[in-house]
T-cell receptor, first 111, second 115 residues
Framework: GENVEQHPSTLSVQEGDSAVIKCTYS??????FPWYKQELGKRPQLIID?????GEKKDQRIAVTLNKTAKHFSLHITETQPEDSAVYFC??????????FGKGTRLSVIA | DGGITQSPKYLFRKEGQNVTLSCEQN?????MYWYRQDPGQGLRLIYY???????QKGDIAEGYSVSREKKESFPLTVTSAQKNPTAFYLC??????????????FGPGTRLTVT
């Protein structure tokens, strides 16, 4: 089955700097790659996703890139703000199988 | 995600007791999921259901049971056979799988503490 690896597990950046979180997946049939943000004690919230027929997608300060050949995808957050501090999860899915999640990255934005 | 509710928010039980966690959705989603979250472990799939009266085991189904008698409801029972039940439990739902990429939304979660 699918296996998703996520790095780093923790990340600290200065406010205004960029943050990059990387994930790799194992199943070449995977075609959907969402990213979730989870604040302490809250539910994971979908922040951006990308389909396998697209190489990059951007939404304001957030962007996701996908390299199908290398089977990895990344989340890029520019001009980080303190409210970006949270745990971020990547996930991957092939066909109608359930999402498989990475173990998460705890991002701390230092003011 | 506002259309998925879980109750209660906090639940306390004594060891050896079964406990049922509620999950309801009014999004007309076909698929529903249960995840367990422990610190540093990410989101691990317990059970999922893609259609009423049918469900499949996830990666950590031992000690749990589910039912899917109605499209809107997918309750999870944590049995006394679950060795370490204290965790944050998240329910999720999505439109019918297999028709393309689809978003999955989460409920607010139930924090279960067993002593």
């Amino acid at each position: 089955g699918e296996n998703v690896e996520q790095h780093p597990s923790t990340l600290s950046v200065q406010e205004g700097d960029s943050a990059v979180i990387k994930c790799t997946y194992s199943d070449s049939a995977s075609n959907y790659f969402p990213w979730y943000k989870q604040e302490l004690g809250k539910r994971p919230q979908l922040i951006i996703d990308i389909r396998s027929n697209v190489g990059e997608k951007k939404d304001q300060r957030i962007a996701v890139t996908l390299n199908k050949t290398a089977k990895h995808f990344s989340l890029h957050i520019t001009e980080t703000q303190p409210e970006d501090s949270a745990v971020y999860f990547c996930a991957a899915r092939a066909g109608n199988t359930p999402l498989v999640f990475g173990k998460g990255t705890r991002l701390s934005v230092i003011a | 995600d506002g259309g998925i509710t879980q109750s209660p928010k906090y639940l306390f039980r004594k060891e050896g007791q079964n406990v049922t966690l509620s999950c309801e959705q009014n999004l007309n989603h076909d698929a529903m999921y249960w995840y367990r979250q422990d610190p540093g472990q990410g989101l691990r799939l317990i059970y999922y259901s893609q259609i009423v009266n049918d469900f499949q085991k996830g990666d950590i189904a031992e000690g749990y049971s589910v039912s899917r008698e109605k499209k809107e409801s997918f309750p999870l029972t944590v049995t006394s056979a679950q060795k370490n039940p204290t965790a944050f439990y998240l329910c999720a739902s999505s439109i019918r799988p297999g028709i393309g990429a689809y978003e999955q939304y989460f409920g607010p979660g139930t924090r279960l503490t067993v002593t």
